[in-house]
Nanobody, 121 residues
Framework: QVQLVESGGGLVQPGGSLRLSCAAT????????MYWVRQVPGKGLEWVST????????YYAGSVKGRFTISRNNAKNTLYLQMNSVKPEDTALYYCARDFQGVAGWAYDYWGQGTQVTVSS
């Protein structure tokens, strides 16, 4: 079955860096666009970033553009999110998610349990 397992979250000071990982199993990872989304308690899901199947095209929300970098290693079935210059408003539960139709669906059908990122001094 499809499984997405996020890791790498934690407490980081403003201006610091963190690298999130998402291990994917149960499907052909390289056939799917992948996403990072985040959620603050009491608010809805917020899209953060998207990467296409070979990693050649990436997309970012305006709030993270220039600070976050999405990448993937298809040989390792792993998705990454490098977070630099983090801000308190980046505090959220971060999920990786799979494209519901494979490519360019811009919607998700599976996501993991999430990894908590807290930005605070």
């Amino acid at each position: 079955q499809v499984q997405l397992v996020e890791s790498g979250g934690g407490l980081v000071q403003p201006g610091g860096s963190l690298r999130l990982s998402c291990a994917a199993t149960g499907f052909t990872f390289s056939d799917y666009w992948m996403y990072w989304v985040r959620q603050v308690p009491g608010k809805g899901l917020e899209w953060v970033s998207t990467i296409n199947t070979d990693g050649g095209n990436t997309y970012y929300a305006g709030s993270v553009k220039g600070r976050f970098t999405i990448s993937r290693n298809n040989a390792k079935n792993t998705l990454y999110l490098q977070m630099n210059s983090v801000k308190p408003e980046d505090t959220a539960l971060y999920y990786c998610a799979r494209d519901f139709q494979g490519v360019a669906g811009w919607a998700y059908d599976y996501w993991g349990q999430g990894t908590q990122v807290t930005v605070s001094s």
